[in-house]
């Protein structure tokens, strides 16, 4: 492309920056652990299988990335738990995503192996996309990325 | 957990399927590129940094397991592009997902690199996720995650 509008986000990305701040297949596992409300370490251990020091790593990480807070829940001796702060919260959407995907591609012909229910209305939550606009439900095709505010070409590469 | 209600997703959850499917930086990054509308080998090297082979492999992974159909689009010598199957095309809210994400956290004080607009409506698109069934925008504390018709706690383990 000659003049491509989009050279900017080659250097800067928000994908590209998430991806290299969490693409580490023991990190999306523990967030996943942690959305279904596993909050020690000897849980997560057990539940994902993980050698002890890989867990342990991924969670300082977590924890000095600001997605979890480690709070003492026990005294004498001090056992802590990992919970998600709000940053770690946030991240559900792509848990959600993950397994949206998953269970229609992954799953095999007897379907899902879990289901989400949304206590709110108390049905199954299927979630879709819909844009914070208009709320019509988003599909790839019908959406086209910009500069945004943060681009700069002149940190592209 | 004595009788833990979730123990069977510790043995199949579409999560850790599609984790373990994509979870490569370069595969998220290549699904990208080819959300923004690259199709073209040499371009995804170009954009991505990434060395010929690992580009190779990952495009081979993606079109055996169905993301990515490989066509010719010239003859003599024959040039293939790689073009999204509807299989790929439904990983988009992932992309979405993790964009957002780093939008919000990651982007730093200039804002995101990149915006979203929603053709339909030609406003931003700010994607919000919300439940299938009564459409209130869903959030991590609102979702209870239950045995699916997948489950099965024989294979647990």
């Avoid at 997605?67 to 559900?92: A, C, I, M, Q």
């Avoid at 799953?107 to 939550?125: D, E, M």
């Amino acid at each position: 492309m000659p003049d491509d509008p989009l050279a900017h986000r080659h250097g800067r990305d928000s994908v590209k920056a998430t991806v290299d701040l969490l693409a580490d297949r023991w990190t999306f596992l523990i967030l996943r652990e942690a959305f279904f409300g596993v909050r020690r370490f000897g849980e997560m251990q057990r539940n994902l299988g993980v050698a002890r020091t890989v867990l342990s790593s991924r969670l300082k990480m977590l924890v000095a990335e600001g997605l979890f807070d480690r709070r003492p829940y026990r005294s004498d001796p001090v056992w802590f738990e990992y919970r998600l702060t709000d940053k770690g919260l946030d991240f559900y959407p792509v848990a959600l995503a993950l397994m949206q995907w998953g269970d229609r591609y992954l799953a095999g012909p007897s379907g899902a192996p879990t289901i989400l229910r949304h206590r709110a209305c108390g049905h199954h939550a299927e979630p879709i996309w819909v844009c914070g606009h208009c709320h019509l439900a988003l599909h790839a095709r019908d959406i086209q990325p910009e500069p945004g505010p943060g681009a700069s070409r002149d940190e592209t590469r």
